[in-house]
């Protein structure tokens, strides 16, 4: 541990989903020595779902998250295909789920730009804390605040319609969907497109003119040179649902693309550290020192050739025209990239929802040949998902990984963290409440969800040594 | 009149009951005329400010650190309310309470397929807070008042019994409100 003498500790980690805490070891003259984020809950969803059978695991390891039970849902369903030999859905089936995703998608980019980061970017990072909250945005922006709440309220109503509740649903199932769009649930969500469509172009104009208007302070705030990670389409084009895995650099050039997911053992590995129960992922190929990557939307719009869809493609285009056409680094540039999917969502919405096949009634496809083991991934609203089973003849799970998208954005978190630390808090004479939430916008750019990254289960130590300040241990407690 | 206050928190949740709250949708504009936010994920206050009138809990307890939230919370709220599975029996979190905590352990950070980890030690940071032998329902930790079933209650649930609070009347919810899924 650095020298310090002084420790300061944000917690808990305020508008984000689950449990994270921030610690900065601080000098005589406040400088900083060290800056982590520590993710602090556990569960155990990897071990405890041994021996459940695996028809259960959509339904199961939603529950990780809230906010994006639909990915881990979808996940698992897709896993869950390839273990019963399905490689192709159903129309029906796969335009089902499609629907479902992009709505999840589209409530997830709301939330987190209106409800969660909103406040920071309206009254500014170092807002009084009473007002800096979506209530203080609805008392001072009610029609911008309306908006957001309508355009979740969107994105739940295509769930509640796909999976049939608008949290933890069950539309999913082995080899397909338990039921179809009817007419009239179609008609009452295509009766809302065109309002989602225009609030969200204006939406993109909102964070695009923020990137804009603050361009000298986004170009610093967190900002950093990485790696970026997505599934991309065959073509290259974004693709949320399905697709295989592009690795690029920070200059764009690409390390590694179109793996396919059940290879992703070749490239992905996950390394522990002591202070933190979220692992942090890297590639292979690179190692642990310079492989780590960015996901997430702003890896999403960095790493694909382009977006099928008109006007978040022009929302692409129009995005690059500030970095001459390389991948933006800036952590703050997420804000942005979120809205052109927000944006991309609702196109994809709006064309599913005019296909007839989504009133088909052919909704499972029929079992293959079986397998033992499958990977899946998806592109979740917060980055890469893989879901990795075993099963044995009996149907029960023997082994499962889960890579979950906040996890794959451990170490850029944490070098936001520091990087923030160093530039806006170290040396300051006073370290106020607004100055530390600086670090918690840097954070809320990734939009992390804690609760999905902390299925990894630890338990008590063992031992308890008490250390004095030359580092020698006094005293230890070991437990019976 | 002075409006009510309300605190919320996530323990071993997994904030989907908050998701559910949030699914009142514009009816927010309604509970913002009845209610002040005291300390909740959704601002900014990392503890309660005051003497809060209606806590809302979601998750079990399954570290020391929610433990401490609970009773915090138990300490300043005048009623106290366990908000889904999770809060009230333990739920999906519990299912570790069949599993040997090592073997827990062993699972994620050592033998994961995708685990790279030499030193072969385990997280144990002190920072990191210290778990619980078991997942605790918030009911065996302190005393709650009320019960709201669901994985999630669902935004109608929420809003029925929060309303019925805040005007003084009963918590008496019809049956089709009331779900254990």
Not at chain 1, 215 to 224: D, I, K, Y
Not at chain 2, 139 to 166: F, R
Request: one cysteine or more; glycine letters at 8%; charged letters at 25%.
């Amino acid at each position: 541990m650095p020298e310090a003498t002084r420790r300061i500790v944000i917690e808990p980690l305020t508008r984000v989903e689950g449990h994270g805490k921030v610690s900065i070891l601080l000098d005589d003259n406040n400088r900083v020595a060290q800056a982590r984020l520590h993710i602090v809950e556990f569960r155990g969803f990897e071990r405890f779902i041994q021996g459940r059978p695996f028809w259960e695991l959509p339904v199961l390891v939603q529950r990780l998250c809230g906010i994006c039970p639909v990915s881990h849902h979808l996940c698992a369903a897709k896993a869950i295909d390839g273990i019963i030999g399905v490689d192709q859905l159903t129309p029906t089936g796969e335009k089902m789920r499609r629907l479902m995703h992009y709505g999840q998608i589209f409530q997830s980019h709301a939330l987190h730009f209106f409800h969660l980061a909103s406040p920071d970017l309206l009254f500014g990072f170092d807002a009084p804390v009473e007002k800096r909250n979506v209530i203080g945005v609805i008392a001072e922006h009610p029609d911008l605040a309306v908006q957001g709440v309508m355009m979740r309220k969107f994105g739940q109503e295509i769930i509640k319609a796909t999976a049939g509740k608008k949290v933890h649903g069950t539309g999913a199932i082995p080899g397909g969907i338990n039921k179809n769009l009817s007419i009239a649930e179609r008609d009452e969500l295509l009766a809302e497109v065109d309002q989602m469509m225009e609030w969200s172009l204006k939406a993109v104009e909102i964070a695009r003119q923020y990137t804009l208007t603050n361009l000298a302070t986004v170009s610093e705030f967190g900002a950093f040179d990485s790696n970026h990670l997505s599934l991309v389409r065959a073509d290259g084009a974004m693709d949320l649902y399905d697709g295989k895995l592009r690795a690029i650099a920070a200059d764009g050039s690409q390390i590694i693309d179109q793996v396919a997911p059940l290879d992703y053992l070749d490239e992905i590995a996950e390394e522990v550290r002591s202070w933190s129960y979220m692992k942090f992922p890297f590639l292979k190929k690179l190692g642990p020192e310079t492989g780590w990557f960015r996901v997430g939307p702003l890896a999403r719009v960095n790493a694909c050739d382009f977006i099928d869809t008109p006007k978040a493609e022009a929302a692409r285009r129009e995005f690059f025209e500030v970095t001459d056409g390389v991948p933006s680094n800036l952590t703050m540039a997420y804000h942005w990239s979120r809205m052109i999917e927000l944006l991309h969502s609702v196109e994809v919405i709006g064309d599913l929802l005019h296909d007839g096949d989504l009133q088909g009634d052919d909704l499972v496809a029929p079992p293959g040949e079986r397998r033992g083991e499958y990977v899946a991934m998806l592109e979740a609203p917060r980055g890469t998902l893989t879901h990795h089973y075993r099963v044995d003849e009996n149907d029960q799970v023997t082994m499962a990984n889960l890579i979950v998208s906040t996890t794959c954005n451990n170490e850029a978190m944490n070098r936001a963290v520091a990087k923030i630390a160093e530039d806006e808090i170290s040396g300051a004479p006073e370290i106020t409440e607004g100055l530390l939430n600086n670090i918690e916008v840097g954070v809320r750019a990734y939009d992390p969800c804690l609760s999905c990254a902390t299925h990894a289960l630890g338990q008590m130590p063992l031992e308890v040594k008490l250390i004095d300040a030359e580092g020698n241990t006094v005293d230890r407690r070991t437990r019976p | 009149m002075a409006k009510a206050k309300v605190a919320t928190t996530s323990l071993c949740g997994c904030f989907g009951c908050h998701m559910s709250l949030l699914d009142i949708d514009e009816r927010i504009l309604e509970l913002i005329e009845l209610v002040d936010f005291d300390r909740s994920p959704i601002n900014d206050f990392k503890e309660i400010q005051g003497p809060v009138d209606i806590g809302l809990i979601e998750g079990g307890c399954a570290n020391e650190e929610n433990v401490k939230v609970l009773q915090e919370f138990r300490r300043h709220c005048k009623v106290l309310i366990s908000v889904g599975d999770c809060a009230i029996n333990g739920g999906i979190p519990a299912m570790r309470n069949m599993v040997p905590l090592a073997e827990c352990y062993e699972e994620a950070f050592l033998k994961g397929p995708t685990v790279v980890n030499p030193s072969g030690k385990v997280p144990d940071d002190e920072e990191i807070p210290l778990l619980l032998d078991k997942v605790y329902p918030a009911h065996e930790v302190v005393k709650m008042d009320y019960h709201l079933p669901g994985c999630p209650p669902s935004a109608d649930t929420l809003w029925a019994a929060l309303t019925a609070l805040l005007t003084g009347k009963p918590v008496d919810l019809p049956y089709e409100l009331v779900k254990y899924d």
